[in-house]
C-alpha cells in the first residue's frame, strides 16, 4: 500500500484515557497542508482512514472517528467524499473567517451529519454563528494564561459544545482541565501518565502460551521465539530484567531481543514464562500498546537505510523508547536495570548515535513534525515504513487477541 502523502496520527482521549479518536495531519509533496487532500477516490479515502484511525479492542479491529483540519478553500469548495459521516470530525481551522458563505457550508455539512469542530479556539463575537452549529471546540492550553482558560470555559458553557483540551503536557493540568469541564483531552500527557510508586508488569497471555508451544519445539530458534516475544513490550522487558538479574552474570550486554533468548536459554527461558503466565497484571492501555508496536516496527524497517544497524536493535531501541510511558518510570531509571548496549542506552536517553538519529527521526515522522527529520531524504522510507507497521500492530495484536 503506497500514498503520495504523509500522514502522522495524534491520539484523543475521554477522561478515562480511552482513545475515541484521532486527529490525522497531512502534508502533501510539496509540503502544503494541514487538511487532508480528499479529491481522490472514496475509496482511497476510507483506505486512509482505515490505515490511520483503526485501533484492536474487544478483539476486534474499530475504526475510530478522524478529526481533520479543513481550511476556508476546502469548506468552499465542498469535496467531501461519500463517506459515513460519524467517521470524520471536521475541524475548522481558526484561520477561518466566520463569512456567511462559510455559515452556509457549516449549515450544509452539519445537516449531512457531519460533526464540525472549531480548532485552536480563541472567543470572539464573530464565531457566534459557528459555535451554534459546532460540536467540540478545541482549546490550546498553553496559548491562554489560567483567567483566560476560565473565561473561555464560562463563555462556551453557555453553548452546546464538548470542550477538548489541546497540548495538554502534564498530569496536572489533565486534571485542572477535568475540573473546569473539559471531556476531550490532546496532549503529551497521554505519553507520561501519572508517576506512581512502582508497578507490576503484565504480558499478554496468548502471546506466552504461543512462546511455551514454540519452546516445545524442536525446530524453535532465537528468532522464532524473538518472533513471538516481540508482540508484546512488557514480556521484553521482564526478559531482559531476568538476563540482568544476579544468577546469569552476563560479561556483555545485550543488543537484541534475540541475544537476550541465546543467554537466558531455552530450559530457562520455559520455567521464566511459566512463572510470568501465573502472574498476570493488569494491560496497559490498548492504544499506548500499539503506538509503542509501531514506532518499535518502523525502526526495524527504516534501518536498512541507516548504516550498520542491526534490524533487531533497531526494533529493541523502538520497544524500549516507550517503556517508561508504559511503567510510569523515568527513562533513566529503567536503563540502569537492563542490559543493553551502550549504543542502544544512548540512542535512548541522549537520542544521539545512528541509531539515535534513526529512533528520532521515526518518532519525529510519527508526530508530524517532518521539518524535524535528519534527512528529508529517508520521508519515503518513513512513510512506507509506518504505513507498513500499522497493518503490521493490527494484524499483530488481532493475532494475539488481547489489546
Not at 75 to 84: R, V
Not at 282 to 300: D, G, K, W, Y
Not at 348 to 360: A, D, F, V
Request: glycine fraction near 4%.
Amino acid at each position: 500500500m503506497t500514498f503520495s502523502i504523509l500522514l502522522a496520527r495524534q491520539p484523543i482521549l475521554d477522561k478515562e484515557l480511552n482513545t475515541i479518536a484521532y486527529e490525522l495531519l497531512y502534508r502533501d509533496a510539496e509540503g502544503m497542508g494541514p487538511q487532508l487532500p480528499f479529491d481522490g477516490t472514496q475509496a482511497t479515502a476510507e483506505v486512509l482512514l482505515n490505515a490511520y484511525s483503526s485501533i484492536f479492542q474487544d478483539s476486534r479491529i474499530r475504526t475510530l472517528p478522524a478529526f481533520i483540519n479543513f481550511n476556508a478553500e476546502w469548506l468552499y469548495n465542498g469535496n467531501l467524499p461519500a463517506l459515513k459521516p460519524d467517521a470524520l470530525v471536521l475541524e475548522v481551522l481558526e484561520d477561518v473567517a466566520i463569512t456567511e458563505k462559510i455559515v452556509q457550508r457549516l449549515h450544509i455539512l452539519s445537516d449531512k451529519g457531519y460533526r464540525i469542530a472549531l480548532d485552536d479556539f480563541f472567543y470572539d463575537k464573530s464565531w457566534e454563528p459557528a459555535l451554534a452549529l459546532a460540536k467540540i471546540v478545541k482549546i490550546d492550553i498553553q496559548q491562554l494564561s489560567p483567567v483566560q482558560l476560565i473565561a473561555h470555559v464560562t463563555e462556551l458553557k453557555k453553548h452546546q459544545v464538548t470542550l477538548l483540551a489541546e497540548k495538554v503536557e502534564t498530569h496536572d493540568e489533565f486534571e485542572y482541565c477535568k475540573k473546569l469541564g473539559f471531556k476531550l483531552f490532546q496532549g503529551y500527557f497521554f505519553c507520561r501518565p501519572q508517576l506512581i510508586e512502582g508497578r507490576t508488569l503484565s504480558c499478554n497471555d496468548l502471546t506466552t502460551l504461543q512462546l511455551i508451544t514454540e519452546l516445545e519445539s524442536e525446530d524453535a530458534t532465537a528468532q522464532s521465539l524473538e518472533a513471538i516475544v516481540c508482540k508484546d513490550p512488557e514480556l521484553v522487558l521482564r526478559l531482559l530484567k531476568i538476563v540482568n538479574s544476579a544468577r546469569f552474570s552476563l560479561s556483555r550486554n545485550i543488543s537484541s531481543i534475540s541475544e537476550a533468548i541465546i543467554a537466558l536459554g531455552v530450559d530457562e527461558l520455559k520455567k521464566w514464562v511459566l512463572l510470568i503466565s501465573t502472574t498476570q497484571a493488569p494491560h496497559t492501555s490498548n492504544a499506548l500498546i500499539q503506538e509503542i508496536l509501531v514506532r518499535a516496527r518502523m525502526c526495524e524497517k527504516i534501518a536498512d537505510d541507516y548504516d550498520a544497524i542491526n534490524p533487531s536493535t533497531a526494533f529493541m531501541t523502538g520497544m524500549l523508547s516507550g517503556i517508561d510511558a508504559m511503567l510510569n518510570l523515568e527513562l533513566s531509571d529503567i536503563m540502569e536495570q537492563l542490559p543493553v548496549s551502550s549504543e542502544v542506552s544512548t540512542a535512548l536517553l541522549e537520542q544521539s548515535g545512528l541509531l539515535g538519529q534513526l529512533l528520532s527521526d521515526v518518532k519525529h515522522y510519527m508526530a508530524g513534525e517532518w521539518d524535524e527529520l535528519n534527512d528529508p531524504n529517508l520521508t519515503a522510507s518513513l512513510k512506507q515504513a509506518q504505513e507498513e507497521s500499522l497493518l503490521w500492530v493490527l494484524d499483530t495484536l488481532k493475532d494475539i487477541n488481547c489489546h
